[in-house]
């Protein structure tokens, strides 16, 4: 699994409210029905999972996959400057 896809998967499945209305295309709402669906489900596996926290949920993962690339670019920047 890339570093960058890990980083997010800790915050969706460990971060609290504040932290994952901190991502991109996330607000109260969808925060709350990210706790609400990983307290009744458990951890999501994988960043498509979180479609099945509700069917408006789909722009939401792919918002998230498009902040994944972006987190993978600046990771393998800083990987560079080491």
Do not use: H, W, Y
């Not at 570093?3 to 969706?12: D, T």
């Not at 951890?43 to 509700?54: E, H, L, T």
């Not at 722009?59 to 987190?71: D, F, H, P, Y």
């Amino acid at each position: 699994m890339r570093k960058a896809e890990e980083l997010l998967l800790k915050v969706l499945n460990e971060g609290d409210l504040k932290r994952i209305k901190s991502l991109n295309g996330i607000g109260p709402k969808r925060a709350q029905m990210i706790v609400d669906f990983r307290a009744t489900n458990g951890a999501f596996a994988k960043i498509s999972d979180i479609q099945g926290a509700n069917l408006k949920m789909g722009v939401v993962a792919t918002m998230l996959k498009g902040q994944l690339l972006a987190m993978d670019v600046k990771i393998s920047e800083e990987a560079t400057c080491e």
